[in-house]
Structures are given as structure tokens and as C-alpha cells.
């Protein structure tokens, strides 16, 4: 039943290749993505509490859409010094990137610019620099709560990855283990990797490659393949499901869900039919749309939706599943005119459009990519 909705109507997708804007008060440069890796992000405006210049030897490495961040405790003088994050000769935060397979290769510090065209980012929880995090106080964290969430709620990065469990207790004042939190800022999730420190050297580096290789498989999720719906009624309005994500976002989209173990696409869609809306015997129509992206929900989610139109006459859905354990809080049937008029966040968010085309036009020869 997952799906995902842009937050706001200039929300677009990377594909491996299409540029990000530059932002203010961050170094940015081309988003190059891996291929097929398909990520959301929203270019609109950046909050003061993310543009007020930092007062740090070391700059953010940002771009919208990053898969995502590294936030580290603070600079230390190495750092500074250089201008690059995680640059102590002694620090295996770059080793360990590569060895988790993170990064192709292992890249020095002053290559720091490079992560993003890998979907990374780095920035640091505390801006002052020290000879070591032990000589940060309280005073020094008093604003990152605010910059972080400032931060995802910007630039929409899947994962804020803390290393080290100082930069997370240092934020939010209080201990975590390692990997991912309970706690999330909106819609992005948050993890904790061991501290890559020299001062840390007696947690083995093979324990610590662990973590960094879940940071790994957390990013890479395995496709899950998914139906919707596009159910028009004899007046040609569609019936929409609104949802809400684990992180409070509400959006409007198709009813179906994740294609299960064993099902075919229509088996599938005749299944969430029934179960979401209380159809059964069907006249199923023809695949129209396509749709890939990758998500926040519970976890990352690498979602391909196949959007299947279904007419009927008069009907009242009749859910046989609990649709608020589904992510459902409401249902209704929209005319085009009302859904071209809808200014609440929808998925995909050419939805209007491409229902008044469908309506119009009927199906198309072959599947339209939907976009996101």
C-alpha cells in the first residue's frame, strides 16, 4: 500500500544526470546519481535557520536529494586546517566508505566534493574546532537541532547518518545505540554509526564495518514491485485514497499496494481491489502508467508501480482490510475538475493531468511514465 507524494509542485526526480540547483550557504555541485537510482527532492525555498552563514573551518557538503548525510561531531584541527571533513591521516571514516562498499573507491579528503555525485553529503553537529570532542560543551549543539531539521525538511535526504554516538547525544540529548532511531525529522530517517575517530580504535574496525555496510544495505533496498488502480466511475470521476507516512505527510494516490510473494501484476491488483475497495469480479484494463522511485516509509523503500485502469458503475468502497493499519485515513471520488483544482500534495504528482488525458484520449499503445 506504500506510496510516496512530492511535497511541493516543484518536486522532480534525479536520474543520473539531471543537475541540482546551487544552493545558498552550502557547496554544491552537478547531482550525478548511479544509474537507475531514482530519487525525489524539492528545489523550493531554504529555511534562515539552514542559510545562516556557519561560523566553521569546515563547510557543508550539500545538494537537495542526497541519499544521504554524514554528519560528524565536530572538526577537529586536522580538519580545519585542511578545509575537508574526516581529514586526520588516522581517521577511517574514508577507509571505511569504501571497504562497505559505500564508494567505489576510497577517496581522499580533499575529494570531499566528489560524494556528491555519489548521493552523499557531510556536515558536523558542533561548528567550533577542537583538539578533541571531549573540550565541546553543551552550548556548542544549542542551535543543530534546528539547523538538521531545517536541513531535511529542505532538502529531503533519506538518511541523516551521525558518526559517532557523541554527534547524535550532542543533538538531541539523549544516548543511542547504533543504527537506525526511533526518531526521524519528517520524513527522513536517522542513523548511527560507530565513531571512525582514532580515539575509538579499541571498537574493531571490523565492527565498525559492519554498521557502515547496514548504512549500505539500508540505501540500497531491494526493488519492491507494486500495483495501483485507477479506478473511473461512469461520470469519469476516480476514486483516491488519502495517505499518511510514518513521518506525518499526507498525500493523495491510487488505492493498491506491494505485489506479494508468488502473485502475478494482476493477481495482485484484483487482490488490493478487493481488499481496499471491495470490488471483486472486475473487468480488468489495461496497464496505462509506470512509475519508479525511492522513498522513506518504515525504511527505505525502491518502489516500480504499474497503474492498471478499472471501470465501474455506482460504487461505495467497501474496505475488508483496516485502512488506517494500511496508512489510509480517508477515500473519496474526485471529477476532473476538482482533482485540477486540488491543492494538496499527490501522487504522482502529474495525476491530474494524466487522468484528464486517460478520460480523453483512453488508454495509451504502451504504458506512460508517470514521473513522481
Not at 552550502?26 to 556557519?54: D, I, K, N
Not at 553537529?125 to 538538521?148: C, H, I
Not at 538518511?159 to 526521524?184: C, D, H, N, S, W
Request: glycine share 8%.
Amino acid at each position: 500500500m506504500l506510496a510516496r507524494a512530492p511535497h511541493e509542485s516543484t518536486r522532480r526526480r534525479l536520474v543520473g544526470g539531471r543537475d541540482a540547483p546551487a544552493l545558498p550557504g552550502a557547496h554544491s555541485t552537478v547531482l550525478q546519481l548511479p544509474a537507475g537510482l531514482v530519487v525525489e527532492r524539492t528545489p523550493g525555498a531554504v529555511s534562515a535557520a539552514f542559510v545562516r552563514p556557519p561560523l566553521t573551518a569546515v563547510p557543508d557538503i550539500l545538494a537537495p536529494g542526497l541519499r544521504a548525510v554524514f554528519c560528524g561531531i565536530n572538526p577537529g584541527r586536522a580538519s580545519a586546517a585542511a578545509g575537508a571533513h574526516f581529514a586526520n591521516p588516522r581517521n577511517d571514516f574514508w577507509r571505511l566508505l569504501a571497504d562497505s562498499g559505500l564508494t567505489p573507491r576510497r577517496f581522499e579528503p580533499d575529494e570531499q566534493h566528489a560524494l556528491l555525485d555519489l548521493g552523499f553529503g557531510l556536515t558536523n553537529a558542533a561548528r567550533r574546532t577542537t583538539r578533541g570532542s571531549s573540550e565541546l560543551r553543551r552550548g556548542d549543539f544549542a542551535e543543530t537541532a534546528e539547523r538538521l531539521e531545517a536541513l531535511a525538511r529542505d532538502l529531503h535526504p533519506l538518511v541523516i547518518a551521525f558518526v559517532g554516538k557523541a554527534a547524535y547525544e550532542g543533538t538531541f540529548r539523549e544516548r543511542p545505540e547504533l543504527g537506525l532511531q526511533r526518531r526521524r525529522l519528517g520524513e527522513t530517517l536517522l542513523f548511527v554509526l560507530p565513531s571512525t575517530s582514532p580515539a575509538n580504535a579499541a571498537v574493531p574496525y571490523g565492527e565498525r564495518l559492519r554498521w557502515f555496510t547496514a548504512l549500505r544495505e539500508l540505501l540500497e533496498p531491494p526493488v519492491r514491485p507494486a500495483v495501483r488502480a485507477i479506478v473511473l466511475d461512469a461520470r469519469d470521476r476516480v476514486l483516491l485514497y488519502r495517505f499518511i507516512s510514518p513521518g506525518g505527510h499526507r498525500f493523495w494516490s491510487a488505492p493498491g499496494g506491494g505485489v506479494e510473494e508468488g502473485e502475478t501484476f494482476e493477481e495482485a491488483i484484483h487482490r488490493e481491489l478487493r481488499e481496499e475497495v471491495g470490488l471483486r469480479d472486475v473487468e480488468l484494463g489495461p496497464c496505462v502508467w509506470t512509475r519508479e522511485h525511492v522513498f522513506v516509509w518504515h525504511r527505505v523503500v525502491d518502489q516500480r508501480e504499474r497503474f492498471y485502469l478499472v471501470r465501474v458503475g455506482r460504487h461505495d468502497p467497501a474496505p475488508e482490510v483496516d485502512l488506517l493499519e494500511e496508512g489510509v485515513e480517508d477515500y473519496r471520488w474526485w471529477a476532473l475538475e476538482e482533482l485540477e483544482a486540488m491543492s494538496e500534495d499527490r501522487a504522482p504528482f502529474r495525476l491530474p493531468e494524466l487522468v484528464r488525458q486517460l478520460v480523453e484520449e483512453g488508454s495509451p499503445d504502451e504504458p506512460i511514465d508517470a514521473g513522481v
